[in-house]
Antibody
Framework: EVQLLESGGGLIQPGGSLRLSCAAS????????MTWVRQAPGKGLEWVSS????????HYADSVKGRFTISRDNSKNTLYLQMNSLRAEDASVYYC??????????????WGQGTLVTVSS | EIVLTQSPATLSLSPGERATLSCRAS??????LAWFQQKPGQAPRLLIS???NRASGVPARFSGSGSGTDFTLTISRLEPEDFAVYYC??????????FGPGTKVEFK
């Protein structure tokens, strides 16, 4: 059974930094691209970032480009999202999702339960 | 960026009724369109990929159709557990991957 467990969320002041983690199990992590999607309270889904299976290719939404960094450690079956210069509008539940294949273009076929990031002074 | 529009915003129906949800893309996404279901407090769940392929474990009452710019998600007979928000998402032209704003299926 695929399991994705996010952690690292919390309350952070504007301008601060946070690193989210997503521990994966139940599948061959190194064979799949991975993705972060966020959802502001009461709002819809917004794609944030994706990374291919090897960690070679990364992509970002314009809203986070230059502030967020996606990475992965295939030896630890873990996906990361380093978030710097956080803004109030970054406050959301952050979900990690498994892509259907090695490429970033694959469907988001399994999702974690999410971790809440609150940005407030 | 491809913009997805979903209609209606809210669909008020009773169990046993048929639900028809629409998703329209601002330009062709070929068949690279997915549908997700999200219940309150839960993560989204992939229902349909590539416009019409049911994901593993998804009941047969869910079906998807369409290509190009117009897509439909049909729930043939609503079960109580189907009342949720449904999102469409395209992976044809990326980045960014984009989602529609969602359709809420609520109890009438």
């Amino acid at each position: 059974e695929v399991q994705l467990l996010e952690s690292g969320g919390g309350l952070i002041q504007p301008g601060g930094s946070l690193r989210l983690s997503c521990a994966a199990s139940g599948f061959t992590f190194s064979s799949h691209a991975m993705t972060w999607v966020r959802q502001a309270p009461g709002k819809g889904l917004e794609w944030v970032s994706s990374i291919d299976n090897r960690g070679t290719n990364t992509h970002y939404a314009d809203s986070v480009k230059g502030r967020f960094t996606i990475s992965r450690d295939n030896s630890k079956n873990t996906l990361y999202l380093q978030m710097n210069s956080l803004r109030a509008e970054d406050a959301s539940v952050y979900y990690c999702a498994k892509n259907a294949g090695a490429m970033e273009s694959g469907d988001f076929d399994n999702w974690g339960q999410g971790t809440l990031v609150t940005v407030s002074s | 960026e491809i913009v997805l529009t979903q209609s209606p915003a809210t669909l008020s129906l009773s169990p046993g009724e048929r639900a028809t949800l629409s998703c329209r893309a601002s330009q062709s996404v070929r068949s690279f369109l997915a549908w997700f279901q999200q219940k309150p407090g839960q993560a989204p769940r992939l229902l349909i990929s590539d416009a019409s392929n049911r994901a593993s474990g998804v009941p047969a009452r869910f079906s998807g159709s369409g290509s190009g710019t117009d897509f439909t998600l049909t729930i043939s007979r609503l079960e109580p557990e189907d009342f949720a928000v449904y999102y469409c998402q395209q992976r044809s032209n990326w980045p960014p991957f984009t989602f529609g704003p969602g359709t809420k299926v609520e109890f009438k």
